[in-house]
């Protein structure tokens, strides 16, 4: 059998992505993947990165369903990167890392994080203050905006991340791939292509309106404002 005639597995891998406070496990089949890393693409570009950007990345390892897109989408765009666990524990090094060097974007700001700095005694605004774009998840944002930063919205909605880009008015969904809708102030979600996970109007926990005017960064994907 040459290299050719081997079947590629159908799955890429099992994710997981969080509603409210459940972790779900999910397939994710290789086309997906091929698909998330478009969406990345785009996401990486919202928040203004190129090839001479530095970003620091902070995820966890059962979140590489949804960030080894990212970092694929940064590769892509020659950036330079770091990585640090979106963890607790592993804060000091988010500190270590924007103390050292300069970053143009951090991505991924989560509430475990800003724990660990709190436990470090470090003040939000000494740790992020030197990096233009701060993009926060649910939870951080907002301890962010309180510290008087100005983070931009890093939405996880189900298996996907919106982004809010320079236009600060909404969190982008790539919107060739996902479907938004609300009903009752709560994001539902539907795939618009055939995933190795059935997706058709997932409650996704999170709370927010939906805008569908194209933006003024020029994409006319559908945006979340979280409330
Ligand atoms: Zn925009």
Redesign the pocket.
């Known amino acids: 059998m040459t290299t050719a005639e081997i079947p590629k597995p159908a799955l890429w891998g099992v994710g997981s992505f969080r509603v409210g406070d459940e972790v779900r496990p999910y397939p994710v089949g290789q086309d997906d993947h091929g698909r998330d890393i478009s969406s990345s693409m785009k996401a990486v570009k919202?928040l203004g990165i190129h090839g001479e950007s530095r970003a620091l990345v902070l995820s966890m390892l059962s979140e590489a369903a949804q960030y080894w897109p990212i970092q694929i989408g940064l590769l892509m765009s020659q950036a330079q990167f770091s990585l640090a666990d979106a963890s607790r524990f592993d804060a000091f090094r988010t500190a270590m890392f924007l103390r050292a060097m300069h970053y143009d974007v951090v991505l991924g700001i989560n509430t475990e994080v800003l724990d660990g700095l709190d436990d470090l005694g470090h003040a939000y605004g000494d740790v992020f203050g030197g990096a233009p774009v701060l993009a926060a998840r649910a939870g951080a944002y907002e301890r962010l905006r309180d510290a008087g930063l100005a983070p931009r919205w890093w939405l996880h909605v189900g298996p996907t991340i919106a982004v809010?880009?320079?236009?600060v008015?909404g969190a982008?969904v790539d919107g060739d791939e996902w479907e938004v809708d609300v009903a009752n102030g709560e994001v539902l979600l539907t795939a618009r292509n055939p995933r190795a996970l059935s997706i058709d109007r997932l409650a996704t926990g999170v709370r927010g309106e939906l805008v569908t005017e194209s933006?003024?960064?020029?994409?006319t994907d559908p945006?979340i404002q979280p409330r």
């Open positions: 919202s809010e880009c320079e236009a008015a982008h933006c003024a960064c020029g994409r945006r």
